[in-house]
Structures are given as C-alpha cells and as structure tokens.
C-alpha cells in the first residue's frame, strides 16, 4: 500500500512539474512573441515616420524648383504657352505636397516636426508672390532653402531618437 501511495504521489508531482513548467514556457513564449511583435511595430511606424518625412521633403523641393522655373519665366517674359505650362506644372507640385504632409501629421506628432515642417511649406509656397524682382525671388528662394534645410534636421534629430 504504501509503494503505491508513493508511486501515486511521484506521479502527481511529475505531472504537477510537467505542467507548471509548460505554463512558464508558454508565458516565456508569449512574452517573447509579443515583445518582439512591439519591436516590429516600432520598427514599421520608424520607417513610415521616414518615409512620410523624406516623401514632404522631395515634395516641396519639387514644388521649389517649380515655382523657382516659373518665377524665372515671368520675370523673363517668356511666351504665354511656357508660362501657362510652368504654370499647370506648379500646381501639380503644390499639389503633391498634400499627401506627405498629411501622412506625416498623422505619424509624427512631436510639435518641433510639424512646426518645421509647416514652415518650410509656407517658406516654398511663398516663392509664388516673389515674382516681382530677380533680388525677391533669389531671396525667397533662399529662406525656402533653408526651411528645408530646418526641417531636415530638426526631423533627422527626432528620427534619430
């Protein structure tokens, strides 16, 4: 009798044993699942983050170079056509910005970002009433450079924390 009570009770706490240490596995696992779960989305929103900031950037200096082409062509008295076609061609790029800009106000919500970022867009779409004089436009341009130039910083910095 007492043999079997005792193969009785090795059995249960062989079984006890099995089981706890299936719990401590499986919530080892599920830790580790979801801790690296947390890492991907990190690593994902990062990646957006970049994409959204590096997708404005190429935006505005496309709509830059645009205005700058088109102010030129105005202070230069280039035909009608060339100016209705730079024109059509600023408007697509003031456009584009629409996207990025949106998607990085929904990624990134650090206020030294958005507030870079807001000023580098009005600092480009300036260049549109800058048409008046050669000195006005290069000037124009210039602070719209350097808009870009703050807002690529201040977002490497963020992005690099």
Do not use: C
């Not at 499986?26 to 990062?46: C, K, P, T, V």
């Amino acid at each position: 009798m007492e043999t079997t009570v005792l193969v009785i009770l090795t059995t249960v706490i062989a079984v006890l044993g099995t089981l706890a240490g299936s719990i401590v596995t499986g919530r080892y696992q599920r830790r580790s699942a979801e801790h690296a779960a947390q890492i991907a989305r990190g690593d994902a929103l990062r990646r957006d983050r970049l994409a959204a900031v590096t997708d404005l950037a190429a935006a505005v200096s496309e709509h830059r170079i645009a205005m700058w082409a088109r102010g030129e062509a105005q202070l230069k008295g280039d035909a009608p056509d060339r100016l209705a076609d730079l024109r059509s061609r600023s408007h697509e790029t003031r456009t584009a910005i629409t996207r990025p800009l949106v998607a990085l106000r929904v990624l990134v919500t650090d206020p030294a970002v958005r507030e870079a970022a807001d000023d580098m867009v009005t600092a480009t779409h300036a260049l549109r009433g800058a048409d008046t004089d050669v000195d006005a436009l290069a000037r124009t341009r210039q602070e719209a450079l350097a808009g870009y130039d703050r807002f690529v910083n201040v977002a490497a910095a963020y992005l690099g924390n």
